[in-house]
Each structure stands twice: as structure tokens, then as C-alpha cells.
């Protein structure tokens, strides 16, 4: 049951339980409070037998039935409280591990995210979670109560034949090498398990996200008979567990109940010879009875044990995984927003080709500088080395002369502001979703950007303004109500560099050309990187970086730029005649 790593980690786990000691030691006496219960009624039964029945000794009448009434009363009440107490720890350190997961989610590389799906993390937090937090509420507390019931008793026997009770001891090693045997076979089974969790829920996950396309393009049958196939195979290994499980505990149990007929066999015959009471056959067959069930449970505990194992290997992988690098120190006094690559070379993990190799670009401040090429060139590779999203493996990023790796990432993501297509939201009010990130903020200051968005004519058409719940990733609201919100958030932020990847792309053409004004004044006096796939939208930049395949190919203004029949000439002839 217990091998090296079942013990390192369940050691591991029980740190998370360690700060309540209060709690524990008040569990572990009503823990001993329930052993010794176990042994005194077998003796009580003893003393009925032969001071009631056979002696008929009147005081015992009354005492005897007492002492068993208060033995179970005294049992009870230990029993609630221990199981309170118990499962008050096992939530707290829940609560604590999953605080620790969803932190450390926050802090993971980018790279992380894009090896595993979203499903398969949210499996950890919750499946996961739930299964050790399961050991961590049962598995201590069967595994301690049981056992000291089993050694209260077998001491009782011990006191009563200490020869029958080495005799019933002989099946103890059996029984261990059968519960050694269905832990390994469990401890795969559990851990394939989590694996089919995990997929299940991402399938689960992009099953109700993507509801659209699976109806518009007739998938269901498909999608139905992908999470059929992973829901199976959850079910195959679910099974393995059982059958492991429901073949360990009879066979344990058929085993003692051998051993059990042949003591009891040879104790008739002793008491036959005078060697026992009466009372005291009847109270050891007792206390042998009596250790079946805490037998039962030792054994039975052991699927929940092997599943809280397998769940926890799961939530350390993530917990050991390493953080985004983030040793900085240097400060910025007064941001001017000059950006320079220097030689910077880098490529995606598992790429088979560099995405750029000896890149070098100077973003002037206070400039607008636009991005565009084909898709792939690198344009949002560009933008993530900015924020730091990903590291090169060469080179440098330099922010008003001052590498980016010099800067805590707090500092240097403090400087930027993102305006995307792909608008995020949170399942929140109108409020927050506008001052996200931010701890207090006026709200004259929250309405004033609204405004300068042309966002404040809809926000207070909403049912309660700016305390409107807007849905999961603003669900109650259309494309561009959405991007508005999310060009607020730029506008309240006031970063000193602001990136904008086509960020009226949802909006009609009148919201456009009024966002258009405002989004003048967001970029005025502040370096903009525009990541342009409307090609009309960055004709007034300041400078025009045309990229193919991670190189620069041109560079200048849009009148230079079209006046040398090149890349951005051809790209340009492309969009009229898309348009």
C-alpha cells in the first residue's frame, strides 16, 4: 500500500494539514476514544455472560446494560466529532491547494498553456483536487482509527489467549502481499483515470464554446462520437479500479473468516477442557468478530488512497512546474516607450524552423509604428516578446535603453496596453470589466474613458449602467459593445505603449469612424504598435515594418513604401481587390 513514493507523497500532502494542530490533536483523542470503546465491548460482554447469567449476580443487572449503553453513547459522540474535525482540515487544505494551483496557473510560462488544454487544467483543479482531498479526509483518519482498533483488540485477545491470537496473526502477510499487489494495479489504473478526466472535460469544454460551428458545419455525430470513445475509456479504467477493488476486500475477508473457524475451533475445544469461561469464549469470539470490519475498511481505504496518489502526482507536476523568469529589478523613472531588438533570435518550442534569427528593429517613442505581412511572418511573435510572453534565445529587447529582462514583469507589462480582435472578457460587470486590474479607481475616471471609447451611450442603456453583468466573456453583449469595453480598459490603463491588433475590426462603419477620432487621441503623445491586417487603417503610421517569414523585407511610410512596387505594393493591390 505504502511503497517510496505513496509514502513521499502523502508526506507532502500532509503539509498542507500541518498548521492545524489544534484540530488534529482533538481528532486523534477521539480517534483513541473509539479504539478503546472496541475492546470494552467485548468485555462487557464477558462480565454479562458470566456474572450475570451464570453467577446472577443482581448488581451486575443494572451496572452491565449501563456500561453498554455508555460505551456506544461515548463512541458516538467520539465518531461525530472526529469526522467533523477531520473533514474541517481536509477542506482548508483544499481550499489551500487549489489557492496554490490557480496562483501558480497565473505565473506559468505562455509556452505551458500551449502544451496542455484548457480542459485538462480545469481537471486538475476540480477532479484532481476532489480525489486527494478525499485521502486527505478518509484515508489518515481509517488508516490511524483502524489500526489502533485492530492492535486495541488483538492486545484484548492477547490478554484472553495470547496462543490463539499468534494463530490468527499467521494470515497477516497474505493479507498484506494481496493489498501490495492491488495497489500497483490500481495506482496505473487511478492514474489513467485522471489522464481521461482531463481530456473528457477539454472535450466537454470545447464542445459548449464551440457550439456554433458544430452546428453550422453538421458535426455533432462527430464531436458525439469523440467524447463517447474518451467517456469509455474512463469508463474501461473506472472499471479496472472496481473490480481490483471489489476482489481485494472479499478475498481479504475469506481469508480471516478461514482463520476465524479454525480458532474458533480450537477455542470450543479448550473451553471444553476448562481452559475459558464461558464469558470469555464468548467475549473473544467477540473481539475477533470485531476486527473484521476495521480490517474491511483498511483494505477497502486503499482505492482511495491509490486515487488520491495518482490525483496528487497530477497537482505536483503542476506545482513543481517552473514560473515565467522574472528576476528584474531595474526601475523606469520616466517612460518615453523606445523599443529596440537587438540581434534577437528565437523559435517555438518543438518548432522545426526559427521564427526570427538576428532580428533587429527600432520602435521610436511616441511613434506609430505598423506591423504587416502574411500570416506567420511573426507580427504577434513580435508583440508576445514585448510583453514577455516568451523569451529569445538570443538577442535583446531593450525599453528606453534598458533590457526588458532587467525589469520585473509587473513593471514592464505596467508600461503596455493591449487592444486585440480577439476581445476578452470576464464574467463580471460592465465596471469591472473596464477597470480590470486596477484596485480602486474613480468613477468619474471609469465614465471618462467609456466615453472617450464611445462606449457611455450604450453602458447607460444597460439595466443597471455600469453594475450590468455582461456574461461569460461578455456573451450579453454584441461584437462591437465588446470591443468598446475592451478600448475603455485601453483608454482608463494610459500605458505609456500601446499595442493594437486591428482593434475595430467588429465595429460597423459609423462606430468605426467615431472610434477612429478617439482612438487619436489614445495614441497621441504614447509609441502604438499596430498589427495591421486592414491595410487602410495604418496609412497615416509613422513608420510601416513590412515582415516575411521573420525578416524584415521593407521599412518606411506608406507613400515611400507604395512608391517602391515591393512587398507592401503587392499586399495593398491584394486588400483592393479583396474589398
Partial sequence: MFDANTRHLYRRLLRYIAPYKLMIAITLLTLVIIAAMEPATAAILKDLVDDSLIK?????????????????????????????????????????????????????????????????????????????GRALSEAWIVLIRDTMIVIALFGYMLYISWELTLMMMLIGPVVAFIIDRASKLMRHSSTEMQHNMGRMTHQLEEGLVGHRDIKLYHAEAYEQSRFHQTAQDLMHHTMDVIKVSALNVPLVQVLAAIALSIVVYIAMQMSAEGAFTPGELLSYITAMALTFEPIRRLTNINITIQKGMAAAQSIFELLDREEEPDQGQASLNSVQGELRFDAVGFHYPHAETATFDDFNLNIPARKTTALVGESGSGKSTLVSLIARFYQPQSGRILLDGTPINDLSLHTLREQLAFVSQQVVLFNDTVRANIAYGQNSVDEAAIIDAAQQAQAWEFIQKLPQGLDTPIGDNGARLSGGQRQRLAIARAFLKNAPILILDEATSALDNQSERSIQQAMQTLTKDRTVIVIAHRLSTIEQADQIVVLDQGNIVEQGTHSTLMQQNGHYYRLQQQATNHA
Fill in 56 to 132: 446472577k449476580d443482581p448488581d451486575s443487572f443494572v451496572v452491565l446494560p449501563l456500561l453498554l449503553a455508555g460505551v456506544f453513547i461515548v463512541k458516538g459522540v467520539a465518531e461525530y466529532f472526529s469526522k467533523v474535525a477531520s473533514q474541517w482540515i481536509a477542506q482548508k487544505a483544499i481550499l489551500t491547494i487549489r489557492d496554490e494551483m490557480f496562483r501558480k496557473l497565473q505565473f506559468l510560462p505562455m509556452a505551458t498553456f500551449q502544451q496542455s488544454s484548457t480542459g485538462e487544467w480545469m481537471s486538475k483543479i476540480t477532479y484532481d483536487v476532489a480525489q486527494t
